[in-house]
């Protein structure tokens, strides 16, 4: 499922933007993009995350801007200054040159200030972070679960037509025997109108045909299967994964169907309803 979550926590000393994306997918897959001073905080983000979300190709982007002034300092390198300072007198003597060492010149060369950034409070940072996520990603379940009624609307709608279709089938299935007892009668009739017709073998015929073009089973398993989709769709919550299995399942039903239908009408349908199963499981692969 796509879905789109956006926080901002900012005070005196900083702002934290979480921004979070998702398309579908059939897995989880999250892509965290942060700044490298929250690098050891990823596996806890990542944590905090698969608490709410599932299903999906996830993006993550944090940024982070510290306001506070005393975030970086002048550091010193006496030792590096040292060397420098050396290195110059030896020049001097090496080569008869006046020494025309300040303070200002050596403070130029590099490494002998540089600025480094002070360490932070890592569990007060934390707080804040986690804060802008935990908010961000309600947002974002918020965008999901809109989706997602939507969702469910449409698929309850092609599951009851789905049901339609399978009565339909268990409607029609009883004619197609008595049809073909008819039409073999018929023949026999027609290949030696002097011939007695035989009742027991023509039971007999008829009977291993029946049971040759059955759908019974099939017809209670698929009705089920439909069923309990629908009760799981109503129930809620992550269900993606289960519901894909039970599609699955009808597929394989819908496919004995058509390998035994002997009639136009129920070849139709049966495909009808395949090309339902079939939107039925793209759709359930957006579901979490």
Request: aromatic share 6%; glycine share 4%; with cysteine.
């Amino acid at each position: 499922m796509t879905g789109f979550g956006r926080s901002e926590v900012i005070n005196e000393d900083r702002k934290i933007v979480v921004e979070i994306k998702a398309v579908n997918h059939r897995y989880c897959d999250m892509n965290i993009k942060l700044p490298k001073r929250f690098n050891h905080f990823e596996a806890d983000i990542r944590n905090l995350l698969k608490e709410k979300i599932q299903r999906g190709k996830v993006d993550i982007y944090i940024t982070y801007e510290d306001y506070s002034k005393s975030n970086v300092c002048v550091k010193y390198n006496k030792e590096i200054a040292a060397e420098y300072i050396g290195y110059l007198k030896q020049m001097a003597e090496e080569f008869d040159i006046v020494s025309d060492i300040k303070t200002s010149g050596v403070g130029r060369f590099p490494e002998v200030f540089t600025l480094e950034e002070q360490s932070s409070d890592d569990e007060k940072t934390w707080e804040y972070l986690k804060a802008s996520i935990e908010e961000a990603c309600d947002m974002f379940v918020d965008a999901r679960i809109k989706e997602g009624e939507n969702l469910k609307t449409d698929l309850i709608a092609k599951l009851d037509n789905m049901l339609e279709i399978v009565a339909f089938i268990e409607e029609k299935s009883p004619e197609l025997i008595s049809d073909y007892k008819k039409r073999l009668i018929e023949k026999i009739e027609e290949l030696n109108a002097n011939t007695q017709i035989d009742d027991q073998r023509i039971a007999l015929e008829v009977t291993l045909y029946a049971d040759k073009i059955c759908v019974d089973e099939e017809i209670v398993r698929l009705k089920s299967h439909i069923e309990s989709t629908k009760n799981i769709l109503l129930e809620g919550g992550a269900v993606g994964r289960k519901l894909d299995f039970i599609a699955q399942e009808m597929n394989r039903e819908a496919n004995t169907i058509l390998s035994k239908a002997n009639s136009l009408q129920i070849s139709d349908r049966g495909i009808e309803l395949k090309t339902e199963i079939e939107k039925v499981r793209e759709q359930i692969q957006n579901i979490e």
